[in-house]
C-alpha cells in the first residue's frame, strides 16, 4: 500500500499493490474508506461531501500517475 496523498492530515488517497480491479485508489482514516474508480471518478462509501471533492480533484489532476502505477503493481 502506498500513500499518494494525504488531505487535511486525516485522510489518504491510497494505492495498494494487488487489489482488485477494476483501476480505483482508496480515501480512508478518520473512519472513512471509499473507493474512487480511475476510470469515471465515480466513488463508492461514505464520507463528507467536501473531503469527497478535495479527494477526487486529486485523483483527476493525478490520474495519469496513478494510472501509470497500477499498470505496473497489477500487470
Do not use: F, N, S
Not at 489518504?12 to 474508506?33: N, Q, W
Not at 467536501?50 to 500487470?75: P, Q, R, S
Request: hydrophobic fraction near 35%; proline fraction near 1%.
Amino acid at each position: 500500500m502506498t500513500t499518494k496523498h494525504r488531505i487535511r492530515q486525516k485522510y489518504r488517497i491510497e494505492l495498494r499493490e494487488r487489489d482488485h480491479g477494476p483501476t480505483h485508489v482508496h480515501l480512508t482514516g478518520g473512519g472513512v474508506d471509499v473507493l474512487i474508480w480511475l476510470a469515471t471518478l465515480d466513488t463508492e462509501g461514505v464520507c463528507t461531501a467536501d473531503v469527497k471533492v478535495e479527494a477526487v480533484e486529486w485523483v483527476k489532476a493525478h490520474l495519469d500517475e496513478l494510472m501509470e502505477d497500477w499498470k505496473k503493481w497489477h500487470e
